[in-house]
Nanobody, 127 residues
């Protein structure tokens, strides 16, 4: 079983920065895809940015160049996933979730393909 616990988030003014972290623990295979998704009320959950076990990343067009992802592969039993949100905009306001799945790449990183999820952390950007 894989457990994911997010931390960070909060309220920030437009143009500011935040860092989210996600501790991934449990049985983690050598090949995986992990990343961040977000959701606002009444909208579908969308991919923000993901990274695979080779270090390849894929991000939504709306966050490319502003958000960065990093993973600390301490060991196979626990990893720390970070999301650096820069130049935040009001439209970035959402509940942010980290997620994980096994697999060699993050090809077709749709939310439905991820079986493991954190509880979510709120990010609010005020103008």
């Amino acid at each position: 079983q894989v457990q994911l616990v997010e931390s960070g988030g909060g309220s920030v003014q437009a143009g500011g920065s935040l860092r989210l972290q996600c501790t991934v623990s449990g049985v983690i295979y050598a090949t995986y895809c992990v990343g961040w998704f977000r959701q606002t009320l009444g909208k579908v959950r969308e991919k923000v940015i993901v990274i695979d076990s080779n270090g390849s990343t894929s991000s939504a067009d709306s966050v490319t160049g502003r958000f960065d992802i990093a993973i600390d592969n301490a060991n196979n039993a626990q990893k720390t996933l970070s999301l650096h949100l820069n130049d935040l905009k009001p439209e970035d306001t959402a509940m942010y979730y980290c997620a994980a799945r096994t697999g060699i790449t993050c090809f077709r990183a749709d939310p439905v393909s991820f079986p493991y999820w954190g509880q979510g952390t709120q990010v609010t950007v005020v103008s």
